[in-house]
């Protein structure tokens, strides 16, 4: 049942890992809902994140020495926090502040002890991201404490919005020291879930049988997961991405989510008439050359070109499937030429030097180059899975087989050495997306593609999947195919897509531009501006659950 709107927020502070800060899909979410939320709250609305560029201009961040100058100079000086303060670089350009948390280090004991003696969270049996994730959090506490105090906000409606276990302890601060500033902790995939799928459990079949704090401690995730638990049950309200994470939440969090907060996109990120049109053709022209320089094969223009991306999570992002679905593709022999790119950040060296004198001499070239079946130098190849398995079906990418596959493990930030354009720039050339998840909360990577007129393929145990669902998709024909995947479907989700693909790179031009046409419509359904409003029910449901009594004990 739909929440009333009852309470609007006059100020809103939101956290992150990933503000200003490009790694994954919550940039995505956060980057591209920025102008909706200036829209409503102008300059009301402040991102806080990480100083990672000590010495390095960030793109991401424009520094203003003069935006809250007298906050800036109040916190450096009287509360020894080192910040910046400037604006997100992204369409909305709102405030954002960065703080570096390197400092706090020095007092983690003491600020763990604190964690356990208040909440019972026990950091010792912590690892990994831990402590970075706890050391930010830690400062974002702080700044949105010194900002509140020092604007006097005491009679304003003011909510901390954070995102993700990585910002729990700044929940449970604020919550803490400033019961008066409404908390929002969204989970935009639970630490345990995403670690019983990572571990080759199966998570959907078994999952009424899970309990999240068994599970966390087999798996070596209890730090994170019990973190990410206290803090959903503390905050005055609480949200996940999707029905299909929040039925995670209840089971290994023991908690309902408040509110069901799905992903939008903006389409002020794709370009229109024929800017569009130049952009898609500078990217088929540079995957072609790409591919051609490293096969050492022609590749005509009009070669069927699709693609899989995210983050490396070889099993949960179905990159396993897609690589099995596209040797089906190859064993079919289909009459037009196929290149598949697996657009994936991997541990990486930098471009492959043989590659980039090719690309530098621009000559046409009849042999491969050694493995052509990758752009990059990786460190630890005989580890690396999508390399394995190429290897293990013999994906050689020989000039007489019309399907060939290419990994691409590099971030595509425009400066990689090889492509050297941004992943939009490339995302735009493509004829055709592939996204088998197992494990997705969401779904940023195929809502993106629809939204630059590429098709996409997708299962129903994804967010995005389910929601296009709901929306009439269903076969490639609306711009979405969800395909239904379990725990044990694996083959028949490879088949269906070698069928898909077959048969879509077979359509005539009226058919495609149809299909592309019912991509993009589909995605304007997705956006912020329709999204928007779960945002504001959150943001009143947690103003209204907002205990006013002050509390807390540790100094600064």
Same mark, same amino acid.
């Given at each position: ?10 100020? &809103? ?5 990933e503000?200003?800060?490009?790694v ?12 909706t @939320?200036?829209? *409503?709250?102008k ?8 100083d990672?560029w000590?010495?390095?201009d ?17 916190a ?5 926090l080192?910040v910046r303060?400037?604006r =997100? ?5 709102p405030?954002? &502040?960065?703080?570096d ?8 004991d003491?600020i763990y002890? =604190?964690?356990w003696e ?7 049996v ?7 994730a706890?050391m930010?959090?830690y +400062?974002?506490? @702080?700044?949105?404490?010194s ?7 005491q ?13 729990g302890?700044a929940a ?8 008066a500033?409404?908390t929002?902790?969204t989970?935009?995939?639970?630490s &345990? ?8 459990k199966?998570l959907y079949?078994?999952? !009424?049988n899970?309990n999240?704090d068994?599970?966390?401690r087999e798996?070596?995730?209890?730090g994170?997961?019990?973190l !990410? ?7 005055d309200?609480f949200t996940t991405?999707?029905e299909?994470?929040?039925?995670e939440?209840r089971?290994l969090l023991g908690k309902?989510?408040?509110v069901?907060?799905?992903n ?5 990120f ?5 800017a569009?049109d130049?952009?898609r053709?500078a ?11 490293l096969t050492?094969?022609? &590749? ?9 991306s995210g983050?490396y999570?070889y099993?949960?992002?179905g990159?396993?499937?897609f ?11 289909p ?11 991997? =541990? ?20 491969? @180059?050694p493995s052509p079946y ?10 690396d899975k999508?390399l394995g /398995? ?9 000039e007489e087989?019309?399907?060939?596959i ?7 930030n425009?400066n990689?050495?090889i492509?050297? *354009?941004?992943?939009y720039? *490339?995302l735009?050339?493509?004829d055709?997306?592939v996204f088998?998840?197992?494990?997705e909360?969401?779904g940023?990577?195929p809502?993106e593609s ?5 098709p996409?393929i997708?299962?129903n145990l994804a967010g995005?999947?389910? =929601?296009a669902?709901t929306e ?5 024909n609306?711009?979405?195919e969800v395909i239904?995947r379990?725990?044990?479907? /694996?083959f028949?989700?490879a088949?269906?897509i ?7 790179? !077979?359509y005539?031009s ?5 299909t592309r046409?019912a +991509? ?8 912020w ?7 504001l029910?959150? /943001?009143?449901i947690? *103003?209204?659950?907002t ?10």
């Amino acid at each position: 049942m739909a929440h009333p709107q009852k309470v609007t927020p006059d100020y &809103i502070f939101e956290s992150s890992w990933e503000v200003c800060n490009k790694v994954g899909g919550i940039y995505t979410v956060l980057s591209t809902r920025a102008q909706t @939320l200036q829209n *409503l709250f102008k300059d009301k609305i402040i991102f806080i994140g990480p100083d990672l560029w000590k010495n390095i201009d960030n793109p991401d961040f424009i520094e203003n020495k003069t935006l809250l100058q007298a906050w800036k100079k109040h916190a450096i000086e009287k509360e020894n926090l080192n910040v910046r303060v400037g604006r =997100w670089n992204v369409p909305g350009k709102p405030i954002a &502040i960065l703080v570096d948390f390197s400092p706090y280090y020095n007092r983690k004991d003491e600020i763990y002890f =604190w964690m356990w003696e208040k909440y019972g969270i026990d950091s010792t049996v912590a690892y990994g991201d831990y402590d970075e994730a706890s050391m930010f959090a830690y +400062a974002t506490g @702080l700044v949105i404490e010194s900002l509140y105090k020092f604007l006097q906000l005491q009679d304003k409606k003011v909510i901390a919005h954070l995102n993700e276990w990585m910002l729990g302890m700044a929940a449970l601060y604020i919550r803490d020291k400033i019961p008066a500033i409404a908390t929002i902790f969204t989970t935009h995939a639970t630490s &345990i879930g995403r670690s019983i799928c990572g571990n080759n459990k199966p998570l959907y079949d078994q999952l !009424e049988n899970y309990n999240g704090d068994q599970m966390a401690r087999e798996l070596n995730m209890e730090g994170k997961h019990f973190l !990410e638990k206290r803090t959903a049950h503390e905050v005055d309200c609480f949200t996940t991405v999707s029905e299909i994470t929040g039925k995670e939440c209840r089971q290994l969090l023991g908690k309902n989510p408040d509110v069901i907060t799905p992903n939008g996109f903006e389409a002020n990120f794709v370009p229109k008439g024929k800017a569009f049109d130049t952009k898609r053709k500078a990217a088929r022209k540079t995957f072609i050359r790409v591919a051609e320089q490293l096969t050492g094969t022609q &590749i005509p223009a009009d070669a069927f070109l699709l693609a899989t991306s995210g983050r490396y999570e070889y099993k949960n992002k179905g990159i396993d499937v897609f690589i099995e679905a596209i040797h089906r593709v190859k064993q079919a022999q289909p009459k037009r030429p196929v290149i598949a790119f697996i657009l994936v950040p991997a =541990w990486i060296k930098g471009p492959r030097q043989d590659l980039q004198e090719r690309l530098k001499e621009k000559l046409p070239v009849d042999f491969p @180059l050694p493995s052509p079946y990758y752009t990059h130098d990786l460190f630890e190849t005989h580890n690396d899975k999508v390399l394995g /398995y190429l290897q293990c079906l013999n994906f050689m990418n020989q000039e007489e087989n019309p399907v060939k596959i290419i990994f691409v493990p590099s971030y595509l930030n425009g400066n990689d050495g090889i492509f050297n *354009l941004p992943y939009y720039d *490339l995302l735009i050339g493509l004829d055709l997306t592939v996204f088998p998840s197992y494990y997705e909360p969401w779904g940023y990577t195929p809502l993106e593609s629809i939204a630059f007129h590429v098709p996409t393929i997708t299962t129903n145990l994804a967010g995005f999947g389910l =929601w296009a669902e709901t929306e009439g998709a269903g076969d490639l024909n609306s711009g979405v195919e969800v395909i239904e995947r379990t725990d044990t479907n /694996y083959f028949e989700v490879a088949e269906k897509i070698k069928n898909t693909i077959i048969r879509y790179a !077979e359509y005539d031009s009226n058919q495609v531009s149809a299909t592309r046409e019912a +991509a993009y419509v589909l995605s304007e359904k997705a956006s912020w501006s329709h999204f928007i409003k779960y945002y504001l029910e959150a /943001y009143s449901i947690a *103003l209204e659950n907002t205990p006013k009594s002050p509390k807390g004990d540790l100094e600064q």
